[in-house]
């Protein structure tokens, strides 16, 4: 009986213009509440975003945000996973010295963090993910610690850029969603071991989850549910790693799945 559905959000809930059927919505979770199914959103979106996105509905959302570094619900953090300030502009230097090339997004509790020199395309970019952001003239007047760092590369470099930050493979966890993107966040903390935080505190296994992604950072989401699909299209080591395919991104996959699993089973006591 599934009682936790997981979700990805770009590329995956959220259509190719970054937004969502709401009306479709409407009836997905009028249905999740009668099965009493808790829906969550596994996401590098800053989490403040996510409840710009769902406005009203964002109260009963479990929200992994920030790159699932975050567990917010009802407007509290029950769970954060910080990288230290040394480090973290440790990684920020060796990324200056590869590449000016690429947009860094450096994430703090108080918001992201981008220099004041991105051309407002860029910013753009950035603000369709995070809604708190500030600019620097150097990311060395940051002092708090990072809750992760981001890099957007519109030459599609990322999956080389990773290879060239292996100092850091053993004190952080980096991974090239795509080639346009890379998260960087504390060592061990990702979308797999978040969820599994919010397991423990739900008291609900991977039997009785549901999960849904299309980038290489949800192959270890795919591990914390029986249920677990990758949409159409996903990369391919996804869709080998999870044990359905649906629908794509633009047909509504994850809702519409959602009905037809959700709809065959009973009310969860």
């Known amino acids: 009986m599934i009682k936790l559905v997981l979700t990805d959000m770009d590329g995956t809930f959220l259509n190719n213009s970054g937004d969502f059927n709401r009306e479709l919505y409407k009836d997905v ?4 509440n009668e099965k009493g199914v808790i829906l969550a959103l596994v996401t590098g979106k800053q989490c403040e975003r996510v409840e710009e996105l769902f406005g009203e509905d964002a109260k009963d959302l479990w929200i992994l945000g920030d790159s699932a570094t975050r567990i ?20 920020i230097e060796l990324l200056e010295e590869i590449s000016l090339g690429y947009t860094i997004i450096a994430c703090t509790r108080s918001g992201a963090v981008i220099k004041d020199t991105l051309s407002a395309e860029e910013a753009a970019i950035v603000r369709r993910s995070y809604a708190q952001v500030r600019q620097v003239s150097d990311f060395n007047e940051i002092t708090e610690d990072f809750v992760k760092i981001t ?20 004190s952080a966890y980096i991974v090239a969603s795509e080639a346009a993107w890379i ?28 999960a849904f992604g299309d980038g290489y950072n949800d192959l270890e989401l795919m591990t914390r549910a029986d249920y677990s699909f990758a949409v159409r ?6 869709k080998d790693g999870a044990n359905f395919v649906t629908r794509s991104n633009e047909e509504d996959a994850v809702m519409k799945t959602i009905i037809q699993l959700l709809s065959l089973q009973e009310n969860n006591q």
């Not at 619900?73 to 990684?91: A, D, P, R, T, W």
């Not at 290879?163 to 493979?169: A, I, T």
């Not at 071991?193 to 919010?198: A, G, R």
């Open 29 to 32: 979770k009028k249905l999740m």
């Open 72 to 91: 917010k619900h009802n407007g509290e953090f029950v769970y954060e996973s910080l990288l230290s300030n040394q480090l973290g502009l440790e990684i």
């Open 151 to 170: 890099i957007h590369d519109s030459a599609l470099g990322c999956l080389e850029t990773r290879d060239k930050l292996s100092r850091f493979f053993e």
């Open 183 to 210: 998260d960087i966040a504390n060592a061990n903390v990702h979308k797999g071991t978040t969820v599994e935080q919010l397991q423990r505190i739900l008291k609900v296994t991977p039997a009785e989850t549901m």
């Open 233 to 238: 299209n996903a990369v391919q080591e996804l």
